[in-house]
Structure formats: C-alpha cells, structure tokens
C-alpha cells in the first residue's frame, strides 16, 4: 500500500517561500510521475505542478509558472514544491500525488488529477496580505 505524507505547510506572508515535501512509503515511487495539487474552499482541486518519473520533464499550472519549482530526489522516495513569490491566492490545502502510468506522461496527462493513483492527506498553506 502506498503512503504519501506532505509536509511543510504553514501560515506565512505575502512575499515569502516555502517548501513542501511529499515522502511516499510503502513502494519506490521512482517510475511514476508525481504532482501538486491545491484546493482552496469552495474550488475545485486544481493542478499546480507535476515532474515526470527521472525528473526531465516538469509541468506547471499558470497560475505558479516562475514562482513555484517542483523537484524530486528519488533515492529518498520524496517530491518537492519549492514556492516564491507567494500570494494570498495561494492559499490552499497542497496535496500530492501519484501516477502510476508506464507510459509517456504528456502536459494534458499530467495536469488531469483523475489519472492519479495516490494521494496525500494534504498539507494547509495560508498566506497572509
């Protein structure tokens, strides 16, 4: 079964960074594409983030392009969303996920979190003005 826990979330200002991990357990996750999602209240879950399995291709919603970078370390199962610039739009619940499709893993594919095997529980990020 696998497992995957975010971490990082806070409460921070209009401006700040942060960075939140996702640590997977339970199977290595190295040949699988992983993303970021948010959701804020009332929304729908919204793509912000994704990195394919050897890290080569990465995929960014509009909304954190130039802001937000996504990366993995695979020999440590984890996936990070390093954020800058942050916004008070940003707020939200971040989840992260997983995909365990073979295959090529294109922008349309990534960003669609109906293909996603494995969630988190989620981590909450507010950002204050």
């Known amino acids: 079964q696998v497992q995957l826990i975010e971490s990082g979330g806070g409460l921070v200002q209009a401006g700040d960074s942060l960075t939140l991990s996702c640590a997977a357990s339970g199977r290595t996750l190295s040949s699988y594409v992983m993303g970021w999602f948010r959701q804020a209240p009332g929304s729908e879950r919204e793509f912000v983030a994704a990195i394919t399995s050897g890290g080569g291709r990465t995929y960014y919603g509009d909304s954190v392009k130039g802001r937000f970078t996504i990366s993995r370390d695979n020999a440590k199962n984890t996936m990070y969303l390093q954020m800058n610039s942050l916004k008070p739009e940003d707020t939200a619940v971040y989840y992260c996920?997983?995909?365990?499709?073979?295959?090529?893993?294109?922008?349309?594919?990534?960003?669609?979190?109906?293909?996603?095997?494995?969630w988190g529980q989620g981590t909450q990020v507010t950002v204050s003005s």
């Open positions: 996920a997983a995909d365990s499709y073979r295959g090529y893993s294109t922008s349309v594919r990534a960003q669609n979190r109906n293909v996603y095997d494995y």
